[in-house]
């Protein structure tokens, strides 16, 4: 954990700021190279009462324009926050764009784990969104020249997700692959292709539809 160490120190002597605009460009999610970067990222330690490290938990958000945040939830409690800009190829990613001190480190990531520095971390949903969804009302372009009447998606925990769709003759269309997500968007990947949607999450009832009006579903989660 020497680079945790490091990387508190980095946060006592340096104070980065960001100037980006908050607008979030529509495009930004189908634009970003490396989408398996984006989202909240965490490092939680097992045994802070022993452990000579002096946080809690470490939450890192990496976003499709280029913004990064980091909160650090020290052991009496108090929280550092650190944020900026940020840029990445294949295998680095630098913190602090623009700035006198910016930090690089080698990354290694799949659709849940982020290993930074060789440092793990976990990506995790900010909200319910992970669950068991059937549909309750279809619309849509596409839906309707389908012939589509029902449709079912699991969204596992881990960034999984299963998505069936089904018309009146029995005839059914599976993907697999992972997701994730950012503000109001839910990107669905698989093999050969993607699917960007944006979704509302209300308790127990998800709406999804694309931009470009050929899907509209609202899905009731299944207990």
Sequence with gaps: MRWVAIFLACLSFSAWSANASSDKDSDAISHFDHPFLLGDWYLINPEPDSSQENFIAIKLTLDS???????????????????????????????????????????????NMLNLNGVMFTKALSN??????????????????????????????????????????????????????????????????????????????????SDEGGMFAVLNRIR
Excluded: C
């Design 65 to 111: 324009n280029y913004h990064f945040s980091i909160d650090i939830q020290k052991k009496d409690y108090s929280v550092d926050h650190w944020e900026g800009m940020y840029n990445a190829n294949e295998d680095t990613i630098i913190l602090g764009l623009h700035t006198d001190t910016p930090q690089i480190y080698s990354y290694a990531s799949n659709h």
């Design 128 to 209: 319910s969104l992970a669950g068991i969804w059937s549909s309750e009302h279809l619309a849509g372009d596409d839906l309707l020249a389908s012939d589509v009447n029902q449709m079912d998606l699991i969204l596992q925990p881990d960034f999984v997700f299963l998505f069936k769709v089904s018309n009146d003759d029995g005839d059914e269309a599976v993907r697999r692959g992972v997701y994730f997500t950012e503000g109001e968007h839910l990107v669905l990947l698989y093999e050969n292709g993607e699917h960007n949607t944006r979704y509302k999450l209300n308790r127990d009832k998800l709406t999804i539809e």
